[in-house]
């Protein structure tokens, strides 16, 4: 940032106030640019030239033109020196002016200064200049100058030369705004997604859709243009499909007759094999009624892909390619293949099927180490069949952790699992006073010192039970510790860091939550078996593997697929006898099945969470232009909404309204109010 602002030809020239935003311009549009560059090119201040080359389209060669068709001959953010003298007409939104002297030019580019004329022969031109308010859009023509020496700003990409300006043209004016359009200005949520169009101007916002599009540009690239996919849409109007999650229901004009919005375009997908397309992939909006959270939309985008003649690893070699394809430049690049754990692997050692595997505190099994333990809940655990003793440790934890962490840990374990956890100090100096500790002999101590590789300051939490259950509360416990342990300064999880992980080897089949006798898909019902698995379809189904994959990245599931069922009978068998699944639904997909399927697989990655992690969001609304709120509402729009009911006629539905429901009837009419 310039120290001092004189100049000997206007007089008063002053410091930037921080509120300028050319900090977090200038890093902003440095991402961006290295966003933008070509798998060779890593730049921070691009010149126009250095810019232009690194917005090269890889496989197209060309350069894109931002000012091509349009009123402008530059953007704001692209001038430098090698512009100087060149007459500019330049289009932004006015960042803020100082002194009535400059004014501060934004685009989707970057920042630009314009010296305001002061000349009495530009009255006009100042007055345009000096009464539009923040925000209002100018359009200004003038000459690329440099700032007098000592007066750059070298925080700025355009820190070197300011604009010149002889004309100007206010194209609209901005009324009061709901809040000040820059990123430091702290908002709620609601207010952001209630006026999302002014959000988007942030600069966060544009680099995260601007990220987000060119990562799938590169996808395109890669799938269509250097591996032969066709990109094929699907229909959005569809019925229900057995199984899976929550859809949608879109009324049709026959009675008693309902689309449903797809939750994913699996079945088209696999009957475009069926149709010889061979390779299929669609950036396809998916819907389900399942309400937000962080990482979850109702509506949400996948990159989806299936194959004729491929087999699991076919799928995974072609995503990894993928994935560093079109990995953004200013990331460290990703190694391939992408290591692999199976299901149960994953559970036994973080204790889920999504492990963050970016730190290890992995999950021990120490039943050998107490099976002659007089401690009583131990020996109560071992004595039962499934009865195992497991822990983790956590490094430092004596250290980080204070004694009402640890008392938090345990009732979070017992209130959220039934499950009891205890901490116990093998190595530590300090006396904690564990509740077990007098109770451990000493060679159990020095035998879990050296399975667990315990160290001074170590602390471990214990836990005893029926394996998936110790495992589950643990794996949970894992990333409780983690959280606490980087609140308290730890670094634990690198940010720069993107673990990828693939999961093998799924369960065909998981017990139904609502009624643990009967069997769900643990994918979907189109998932194969595992070959080595088949015979046990038929005796014991809930031993079945199957050829189901999941990709994960820094413990968030971000892709799965499988290999299909291509036997309509073995599909048949699936559906209505374990699956006890109503056949007529789904009878053109096993009619398609018997008329020549190729064996095929896929796989759908969650473009969202996807470009979330990517640009380190804190949720995939903000990687989403237009996204839902918590409760699945358009704070903007206010959708849903309601319809009078002579609109509903023509679909043959009437309302029926809830008994408390008379204040939601009367405001048919009234004005919006947004959810806070
Ligand atoms: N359609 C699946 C899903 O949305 C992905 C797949 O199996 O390809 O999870």
């Known amino acids: 940032m310039r120290s001092a602002w004189i100049s000997a030809k206007l007089g008063i020239r002053e410091r930037l106030s921080p509120s300028c935003g050319s ?23 691009p010149s126009r030239d250095s810019l232009s080359r690194t917005l090269v389209l890889s496989s197209q060669g060309r350069i894109p033109e931002f000012s091509s068709f349009v009123a402008r001959t530059n953007t704001c953010g692209e001038l ?26 934004r685009d989707f580019h970057g920042l630009v200064q314009v010296v305001i004329p002061q000349e009495e022969s530009a009255a006009a031109v100042r007055k345009i200049l000096c009464e539009a308010p923040v925000e209002s859009v100018v359009q200004v023509s003038g000459t690329v100058i440099s700032r007098p020496p000592g007066q750059e700003n070298p925080k700025m990409p355009t820190g070197e030369i300011e604009i010149k300006v002889k ?20 908002k709620t949520e609601a207010l952001r997604l209630q006026y999302r169009y002014l959000d988007l101007r942030s600069f966060q916002m544009q680099y995260n859709l601007r990220l987000r599009s060119q990562m799938v540009m590169k996808m395109r690239e890669y799938l269509c243009n250097l591996h032969g996919f066709v990109d094929i849409e699907t229909p959005t109007l569809f019925k229900r499909t057995p199984g899976g999650a929550k859809e949608f229901v879109i009324p049709s004009r026959e009675p008693g007759k309902f689309y449903c919005l797809p939750q994913s375009p699996q079945q088209f997908k696999q009957l475009l094999m069926v149709g010889g397309l061979d390779r299929y992939f669609q950036v396809a909006r998916c819907y389900r009624d399942e309400g937000s959270r962080p990482d979850r939309q109702p509506e949400f985008t996948q990159i989806d892909i299936e194959m004729s003649f491929v087999d699991q690893t076919g799928i995974q070699r072609l995503i990894e390619g993928l994935l560093q394809y079109s990995w953004p430049n200013d990331k460290d690049p990703l190694v391939v293949p992408f290591p692999s754990l199976t299901f149960a692997e994953a559970l036994a050692s973080y204790g889920t099927d999504k492990p963050d595997t970016r730190f290890g505190m992995k999950i021990i099994d120490i039943s050998d180490v107490f099976r002659n333990t007089e401690v009583g809940f131990l020996q109560d655990a071992l004595s039962k069949p499934q009865g195992t003793i497991k822990a983790i440790c956590i490094s430092e934890g004596t250290k980080y952790l204070k004694r009402k962490d640890l008392e938090s840990i345990r009732k979070f374990a017992a209130d959220h699992f039934n499950q009891e956890v205890l901490p116990v100090f093998p190595k530590a100096s300090r006396n904690w006073n564990s509740p077990v500790a007098q109770s451990i002999l000493e060679e159990q101590g020095s035998e879990l010192i050296r399975l667990m590789e315990i160290r001074e300051d170590d602390v471990v939490l214990l836990t005893a039970g029926e394996h998936k259950k110790a495992c589950s509360v643990l794996g949970k416990l894992r990333l409780e510790c983690a959280d606490l342990l980087e609140a308290r300064g730890l670094v634990l999880r690198d940010p720069a860091l993107f673990s990828f992980l693939w999961v093998v080897d799924f369960p065909l089949f998981l017990p139904k939550e609502e009624n643990p006798g009967e069997l769900e898909s643990a994918h979907h019902p189109f998932t194969a078996p595992h070959p080595s698995d088949i015979q046990l379809l038929y005796t014991e189904p809930e031993k079945v593997r199957s050829l189901h994959y999941d990709l994960v990245l820094n413990g968030s599931e971000i892709g799965g697929g499988s290999i299909r069922i291509h036997d309509a009978e073995l599909q048949r068998y699936i559906l209505a006898t374990l699956l006890k699944e109503d056949v007529k639904l789904l009878s053109h997909l096993l009619q398609a099945l018997d008329f020549g399927a190729p064996p095929h697989g896929g796989i759908a990655l969650g473009l969202d969470r996807l470009i979330c992690l990517v640009t380190g969001a804190p949720s995939i609304r903000d990687v989403i232009a237009f996204p839902k709120s918590f409760r699945g509402h358009d704070l903007m729009s206010n959708a849903p909404d309601s319809l009078p009911p002579e609109e509903l006629k023509p679909y043959h539905i009437q309302v029926s309204w809830p008994a408390d429901s008379e204040a939601e009837k009367s405001s048919l009419n009234q004005p919006y109010c947004p959810e806070s």
């Open 23 to 45: 900090n977090m311009l200038s890093c902003w549009l440095s991402r961006l640019c290295r966003g933008f560059s070509t798998p060779t090119g890593r730049i921070t201040h």
């Open 80 to 105: 430098r020196s090698s512009h100087l003298g060149q007459e500019v007409t330049l289009c932004g939104w006015i960042q803020y002016r100082r002194q009535n002297i400059f004014l501060v030019l």
């Open 167 to 186: 004309t100007a043209e206010l194209l609209n004016s901005c009324k009061k705004l709901p809040f000040e359009v820059k990123d430091f200005v702290k």
